[in-house]
């Protein structure tokens, strides 16, 4: 089983339309949490961080249930812009893993 | 202020061969890294280096060397080039001392072929 997993996708959705997309992880004891956005052959670019308490930029919600162990990303009124891969990561003392990225295409 | 560069853009090896990924950073920061993306994948991490002279063993270190030649640059090396080896290659900077992924900048990568 892989220490962080995401579905691959992709995620198809028209604009304005509402997407979320969910992360699980395995090591119960991890402590710190991210989104990164990755644009196609681009490098990843770090989106948000994801706090205890659930946290909001702009169109964008991440939250964190320690209980399931899972983290999502909320997009509203999704544009155009937003397409791209969207990476989740776990951060254990130091150990830090990536998932392998959720594809999201944002159609006219 | 470039950020983090990488030289070369793309490279294509034969089995065996040696090669050296270059990496920079103009930000000042203490922190660089090395990780190596695959399809279904994710980033793994192969080297980082906390600070100037010291460097540390990722995820994913073997067949790989690193050098911290100062503050700025932070070089990967492939001694003996694996078709397994074929990959993404990126660097990140941080201005943390250590990882922390809050403040990762990485660069735009290098495309490696090993045939």
């Known amino acids: 089983r892989k220490e962080v997993e995401q579905d691959p996708g992709p995620f198809n959705v028209p604009e304005g339309a509402t997407v979320a997309f969910n992360c699980t992880y395995s090591?119960?004891?991890?402590?710190?949490f991210f989104w990164y956005r990755q644009d196609c052959r681009k490098e990843p670019k770090l989106l948000m961080s994801?706090?205890?308490s659930g946290n909001e930029d702009g169109r964008f919600t991440a939250q964190l249930n320690r209980a399931s162990q899972y983290i999502s990303l909320l997009i509203r009124d999704s544009k155009l812009s937003d397409s791209a891969t969207y990476l989740c990561?776990?951060?254990?003392?130091?150990?830090?893993?990536f998932g392998a990225g959720t594809r999201l295409t944002v159609k006219p | 202020n470039a950020g983090v560069t990488q030289t070369p853009k793309f490279q294509v090896l034969k089995t065996g061969q040696s090669m050296t990924l270059q990496c920079a950073q103009d930000?000042?920061?203490?922190?660089m890294y090395w990780y190596r993306q695959d399809p279904g994948m994710g980033l793994r991490l192969i080297y980082y280096s906390a600070s100037e002279g010291t460097t540390d063993k990722g995820e994913v270190p073997n067949g790989y060397n690193v050098s911290r030649l100062n503050k700025r640059e932070f070089s990967l090396r492939l001694e003996s080039a694996a078709p397994s080896q074929t990959s993404v290659y990126f660097c990140a900077s941080s201005e943390a001392k250590g990882l922390s992924l809050e403040t990762q900048y990485f660069g735009p990568g290098t495309r490696l072929l090993v045939l």
């Open positions: 990561v776990v951060n254990n003392n130091n150990d830090m893993r």
């Open positions: 090591n119960s004891a991890s402590q710190s």
């Open positions: 930000m000042n920061h203490n922190s």
């Open positions: 994801v706090y205890s």
